[in-house]
């Protein structure tokens, strides 16, 4: 199978190009999809401790029945984190942002912003920022976790956050470990998930458009919906660096992760990964975990 859009051979059923991040059913997006970094991984489940693939199961199976009520910004700004991560070269260094889903430091984002690694020895920095004014203020230290398949085919993956930030020259360490992480609760936050064109829309993310160094937040309204596609059209702006960051609605409840934009000469509009896919992705992850 080939990517109608730039030429490349992917594989069959996955739902987005690894080379130009083009939707890859039937060539339904009209303009070209530019995906922020077209860099992906594959990786087996080795690295991921017993303890770790426990508790995502539960996680993942706690997600499935999400309850309703209101939240605050900074709640939510508090559970938006910054990623860095290494590769083999300077040049394979990439990254965008992220939400931390468990107290432990489970980190939910898109995998196009893990960089490849032929020694399959990728380290990640999560910086958690002061919900007030969204500068950096605690970082630690983590490793990717993408599942073989599942995430090519749904562009998410995980980042578990292991340590603390430790700088050597300095003697100083830019928080604790361990500690209970600020986790975004979406079964606190959530009124109505039906997304509806022309609702309220925010993003909030790390876009290089700002700086990338601190959280972002910017409003818009749901401009399109493509509900066979799982993808959502937003007007609230998107860049390089939202990718992996989270979407919500008036009420704080999650519709969706910030993955891409779709533009011409004059505008662009950023495309959001819907909950069908995230929840789909979650399900496939779980039963990955319980064959294992």
Not at 10 to 35: H, M, R, V, Y
Not at 120 to 148: F, K, N, Q, R
Not at 150 to 166: G, K, M, N, P, T
């Amino acid at each position: 199978m080939f990517c109608k859009n730039c030429g490349k051979e992917i594989t069959e059923n996955i739902k987005f190009c690894t080379q130009c991040g083009k939707d890859t059913s039937a060539n339904k997006l009209p303009q070209k999809i530019s995906i922020f970094t077209k860099k992906r991984i594959l990786w087996g489940l080795g690295g991921l401790g017993i303890i770790s693939v426990v508790a995502l199961v539960i996680f993942i199976s706690a997600t499935s029945s999400p309850n309703y009520a209101k939240t605050k910004d900074a709640d939510i700004a508090s559970a938006v984190v910054n990623i860095y991560c290494e590769g083999d070269t300077e040049e394979d260094t990439s990254g965008g942002s992220g939400t931390i889903l468990t107290e432990g430091g489970l980190v939910l984002t898109n995998a196009h912003i893990i960089p490849e690694s032929k020694t399959d020895d990728v380290t990640c920095v999560v910086i958690l920022p002061d919900p007030t004014t969204g500068s950096p203020d605690e970082m630690y230290v983590a490793y990717p976790i993408v599942i073989p398949e599942l995430s090519e085919q749904y562009d998410l993956a995980f980042v578990q956050i292991h340590d603390v930030f430790y700088d050597q020259e300095e003697g100083k360490a830019y928080g604790e470990y361990p500690k209970k992480f600020p986790a975004y609760e979406s079964d606190r936050y959530c009124k109505n998930e039906n997304v509806k064109l022309g609702e309220s829309v925010r993003v909030y993310g790390y876009p290089a458009i700002s700086g990338g160094y601190a959280l972002t937040i910017t409003d818009g309204v749901v401009s399109s919906l493509l509900p066979d596609e799982g993808l959502i059209f937003t007007s609230a702006k998107i860049s390089h660096g939202n990718s992996g960051g989270l979407a919500v609605d008036q009420y704080g409840c999650r519709i969706g992760i910030p993955a891409m934009v779709n533009g011409d000469e004059n505008e662009s509009l950023g495309i959001i990964i819907s909950n069908d896919l995230i929840y789909e992705f979650m399900g496939e992850v779980k039963t990955t975990l319980d064959s294992i």
